[in-house]
Nanobody, 124 residues
């Protein structure tokens, strides 16, 4: 059974930071592109960041470039999203997702598995 379990969400003030983590099980983690998506109230889900199998290829949405950093540890089956600085527009439920790929580059859609999400609220 495949599980993607997110953690690290919470309430933070504007300008603050959070580190999200996603623990994967039931998959050969190193064969999957991993991504972080988010969905704000009343908006569609969007891709925030993605990382290729070997971490050699990265994708960031324009809205988070230079503020968020995605990383993975294939030995621990985890993917992280460091977010700093945060602003109120980053408030959303953040989802971890996985997609099997044959080649070692980022894909930005068609994910195979999803976590249940973790809420990030940026407010003073």
């Amino acid at each position: 059974q495949v599980q993607l379990v997110e953690s690290g969400g919470g309430l933070v003030q504007p300008g603050g930071s959070l580190r999200l983590s996603c623990a994967a099980s039931g998959i050969t983690f190193s064969s999957y592109v991993m991504g972080w998506f988010r969905q704000a109230p009343g908006k569609e889900r969007e891709l925030v960041a993605a990382i290729s199998r070997s971490s050699g290829d990265l994708y960031y949405a324009d809205s988070v470039k230079c503020r968020f950093t995605i990383s993975r540890d294939n030995a621990k089956n985890t993917v992280n999203l460091q977010m700093n600085p945060l602003n109120p527009e980053d408030t959303a439920v953040y989802y971890c997702a996985a997609k099997w790929t044959y080649e070692d580059y980022v894909v930005t859609g068609g994910m195979d598995y999803w976590g249940k999400g973790t809420l990030v609220t940026v407010s003073s």
